[in-house]
């Protein structure tokens, strides 16, 4: 199994395998054809209340990985999906926050590896 993390911001690499987007929102300034997506998938992205509350404070990383892991446990289709590429080849999960150590990426990553 080998799930990736790279920020939208980083050019793709020709090893990523199969890249996703994994925000809900859209990383500014960068063009559809520069992130080199094979999905977006805003359902596996945290909630809008959980990412405002949040807020990337590494204060709240452990909390935060709980409450996004209760949403994703109720997004059983799209973390299947994902799944199947996960066990089919490398993923790389792409994300746009500044903190590459406390992002949704980083903990969907975690997630994943459990499941998986």
């Not at 980083?10 to 500014?28: F, H, M, N, S």
């Not at 300034?29 to 959980?50: C, F, R, Y």
């Not at 452990?62 to 080849?89: A, I, M, S, W």
Request: glycine share 6%; charged share 40%; proline share 4%.
């Amino acid at each position: 199994m080998d799930i990736r993390t790279r920020r939208a911001y980083e050019a793709p690499g020709k090893d990523d395998g199969y890249r996703i987007l994994v925000d809900r929102i859209w990383p500014r300034g960068v063009s559809k054809e520069d992130l080199a997506l094979d999905d977006w998938n805003k359902t596996l992205a945290p909630s809008d209340d959980l990412r405002k509350w949040f807020d990337h404070d590494p204060d709240k990383w452990d909390e935060f990985q709980r409450r996004y892991r209760q949403e994703l446990d109720d997004c059983t289709g799209p973390v299947n999906e994902l799944l199947k590429h996960v066990r089919n080849g490398r993923v790389t999960l792409v994300f746009g926050a500044k903190d590459e150590d406390h992002n949704n990426a980083e903990a969907l990553r975690d997630y994943l590896r459990e499941k998986a």
